[in-house]
């Protein structure tokens, strides 16, 4: 009997958190019931602007009469007045780079149009449409890869620049 008598206690006390409805509003507690998510706020949109030189960068990575490897010294060139502009090397993968060079970075400046040929899928490809390989060696200093006519990535035919 006492025993009953101090899980009353401890119940009335203690009620059970999930059923207390006191200091959350109603979208709080229904978006907690049901497991949900909420987004967080939009942030400010900020408007990208275009490099002046975009279209002749564009132009160095994707003219369709370039040979692969003045596509790549393109791809330098791109890479170089990045550094200028934000003093070291986009990072991450292709992708990112890509991103990078679209706009979304600390300036929110493109140094490619979105409509650059040489972008597919989101990603930065040589003449062949195989996605270049980037790798930072230093801030400064990136290796880019293009897989070269067999497509296939650190083998013979690659075309490399530093």
Known sequence: MALVVVL???????????TKSGDKSPG????QSKGT???????????IEMHGAAN?????VAKPDLSPQERLEGVGQLLYVYRQGFGGN??????????????????H????PKTCAAIQDGELVDG??????FHPITSKQMEVRSAGPDRELFTND????E
């Open 28 to 31: 709080d507690a229904t978006a």
């Open 109 to 112: 400046t493109a140094l490619l």
């Open 37 to 47: 998510v909420l987004p967080p706020p939009p942030g400010p949109t900020v408007p």
């Open 158 to 161: 690659d075309l490399t620049l």
């Open 90 to 107: 986009p990072s991450g993968l292709n992708a990112d780079v890509v991103t990078a060079l679209l706009g979304i970075n600390e300036k």
């Open 56 to 60: 002749e960068l564009s132009d160095l």
């Open 8 to 18: 009353g206690v401890i119940w009335k006390f203690f009620p059970d958190p999930s």
């Open 128 to 133: 062949w449409g195989t996605p270049y390989w």
